[in-house]
């Protein structure tokens, strides 16, 4: 059973940093593209950030500048650096990835909270 787990999410003050990261397991041939994802309170989940298996990248233009994603392959594993947080990144963080396994298919973590304070 394939499974994805988020971490690091926590409340940090405005201008702060913070690294989520994203391990995929399970029996896995294969992970394609990967994705950090967010919603806010009453708002609809948007892309923040996306990475192809050869490392290819694309950000929101909120977040360009500020976050980077990456991944190791070789861990299964995604990375979110986020400097100079803002109030309004504030949100549910998930990540998602589309998983060549015995059931393939994009796959969903369980979201991680990241509060920015003023």
């Known amino acids: 059973q394939v499974q994805l787990v988020e971490s690091g999410g926590a409340l940090v003050q405005d201008g702060g940093s913070l690294r989520l990261s994203c391990a995929a397991s399970?029996?896995?041939?294969?992970?394609?593209?990967m994705g950090w994802y967010r919603q806010a309170p009453g708002k609809q989940r948007e892309s923040v950030a996306t990475i192809t298996s050869g490392g290819s990248t694309n950000y929101a233009d909120s977040v360009k500048g500020r976050f980077t994603i990456s991944r190791d392959n070789t861990k299964n594993t995604m990375y979110l650096q986020m400097n100079s947080l803002k109030p309004e990144d504030t949100a549910v963080y998930y990540c998602?990835?589309?998983?060549?396994?015995?059931?393939?298919?994009?796959?969903w973590g369980q979201g991680t909270q990241v509060t920015v304070s003023s």
């Open positions: 399970g029996s896995i041939f294969r992970i394609n593209d």
């Open positions: 998602a990835a589309d998983i060549i396994a015995s059931v393939s298919g994009r796959y």
